[in-house]
C-alpha cells in the first residue's frame, strides 16, 4: 500500500505523467485527499515521493547532456583552435573548462599537468571558460592572444595566470604577462573578434553540456563537474585506455 502511495504522489506531482493524465478530475481529487492523508500518517513516504523524483531528474539531466556529448565531438575534441597539453596524437582526449579565477582550477590544474607527464598517449584540451568575472575574461582573451606564438607560450601563460594565489585584477594579469616575457600591448591588440568568438562558444557549449561551473573535465563520453583528485582520474583514464586496446 505504501509503495503504492508513493507512485501515485509522484504521479501527482509530474505533470506529464502518463498515470495522472488518465484519471478524470473526481479520480485525481480523490488520489490527492489520499495522498495528502496518507502524507500526514506516515511523513517518511514525502521523502521517498522527493527521491523518486530526483532520481527521474537525474536521468533526465544525463540523458539530455549525453545527447549534446554525441553531438558536439567535433566541437569538443577536434578544434585547432584550442590550445592543448600532451599528445598531439592521442589515444584519449580531456576537455578541460577552466577559470583562472577559480580556486578548485588552482588545485585542478597541478594534477592535470602530472598526468599528461604520467600518459604519454593522453591529451588535454583547455577551453577557457571566463565565468568568474571581467578578469577572468581579460585573462583568457590574453591567453588565447597568446597562443599565436606557439602553443607552449599560452601554456606558460597559462600556468603563471592559475599560479596566481587570489583573484586576479588587470594589475596582476600584467605582471603575469610580463613575467613571461610578453608584450602586453601587443597581446591586448591581438584580442580580436576571432578571440571573443571562441570564448563566447566556450561559454554557449558549457551551458548546452549543463556544466554550471569550474573545473568541469570532459571524457569522450561523460562530463565531470568539480574537483577530481589524480586517482580518482587514473582509474578513469586507465579504463578507457584499455578499451582502446
Same mark, same amino acid.
Given at each position: ?21 488518465? /484519471? ?38 544525463t ?65 577557457? /571558460? ?9 585573462a583568457? $582573451? ?5 597562443? $599565436?606564438?606557439?602553443n607552449? $607560450?599560452?601554456?606558460? /601563460? ?17 605582471s ?39 573545473? $568541469?573535465l ?28
Amino acid at each position: 500500500m505504501k509503495k503504492l502511495l508513493t507512485i501515485a504522489a509522484t504521479a501527482l506531482i509530474l505533470p506529464i505523467s502518463s498515470q495522472a493524465a488518465s /484519471l478524470d478530475r473526481e479520480q485525481q481529487k480523490q488520489v490527492k485527499e489520499l495522498v495528502r492523508e496518507a502524507l500526514l500518517e506516515n511523513p517518511e513516504i514525502f521523502i521517498e515521493v522527493v527521491n523518486e523524483l530526483k532520481k527521474k531528474e537525474e536521468v533526465a539531466r544525463t540523458q539530455a547532456q549525453n545527447s549534446v556529448l554525441t553531438s558536439s565531438m567535433t566541437e569538443l575534441f577536434n578544434n585547432s583552435d584550442d590550445p592543448f597539453a600532451g599528445s598531439s596524437k592521442p589515444k584519449l582526449s580531456i576537455v578541460y573548462f577552466g577559470d583562472v579565477n577559480c580556486g578548485f582550477c588552482k588545485q585542478q590544474d597541478p594534477v592535470l599537468e602530472a598526468l599528461v607527464k604520467d600518459y604519454p598517449d593522453l591529451k588535454i584540451i583547455y577551453k577557457d /571558460l571566463p565565468i568568474l568575472g571581467p578578469s577572468s575574461r581579460e585573462a583568457a $582573451a590574453l591567453s588565447l592572444a597568446a597562443r $599565436a606564438e606557439g602553443n607552449d $607560450a599560452y601554456l606558460a /601563460l597559462h600556468k603563471q595566470l592559475i599560479s596566481h594565489p587570489a583573484r586576479h585584477d588587470s594589475n596582476s594579469i600584467a605582471s603575469s604577462v610580463r613575467k613571461q616575457g610578453l608584450n602586453l600591448d601587443a597581446l591586448k591588440n591581438a584580442v580580436d573578434s576571432d578571440i571573443n568568438k571562441q570564448l563566447d562558444s566556450n561559454i554557449m557549449l558549457a551551458q548546452r553540456l549543463g556544466i554550471t561551473g569550474t573545473p $568541469a573535465l570532459v571524457f569522450p563520453d561523460e562530463v565531470i563537474g568539480g574537483f577530481t583528485d589524480k586517482n580518482v582520474l587514473k582509474e578513469m583514464i586507465d579504463k578507457r585506455l584499455k578499451q582502446i586496446k
